[in-house]
């Protein structure tokens, strides 16, 4: 198959980008609140979650560990992004 990648774009994940929407809601938090522990405003949150702002490879991949931890025990990362060091806390 003949690579068709661009230069410069970002490689598509192999199962889609993280949903924020899902996330928050396995979570139990607020938009307000997963923004902060990941370092984004509340209105780009919003955003992620209508699909109106693409997510930049970064945060999809900040989404992807914080989804698996979160697979393993929702309850104990919920706490620990809402502590003072939001998403520092879950290494």
């Given at each position: 198959?003949?690579?068709?990648?661009l230069?410069?774009?970002?490689?598509?994940?192999?199962?889609?980008?993280?949903?924020?929407?899902?996330?928050?809601?396995?979570?139990?938090?607020?938009?307000?609140?997963?923004?902060?522990?990941?370092?984004?405003t509340?209105?780009?949150?919003?955003?992620?979650?209508?699909?109106?702002?693409?997510?930049?490879?970064?945060?999809?991949?900040?989404?992807?560990?914080?989804?698996?931890?979160a697979?393993?025990?929702?309850?104990?990362?919920?706490?620990?992004?809402?502590?003072?060091?939001?998403?520092?806390?879950?290494?």
């Amino acid at each position: 198959m003949l690579n068709t990648h661009l230069p410069n774009t970002p490689l598509p994940l192999p199962y889609g980008p993280p949903d924020p929407g899902s996330i928050r809601a396995l979570l139990g938090l607020t938009q307000a609140a997963m923004a902060a522990a990941v370092g984004v405003t509340p209105n780009t949150w919003a955003r992620w979650e209508r699909r109106t702002l693409a997510i930049h490879p970064a945060y999809q991949l900040l989404l992807d560990l914080i989804e698996q931890k979160a697979d393993r025990d929702a309850d104990r990362v919920a706490t620990r992004l809402q502590a003072q060091d939001g998403i520092r806390n879950l290494w």
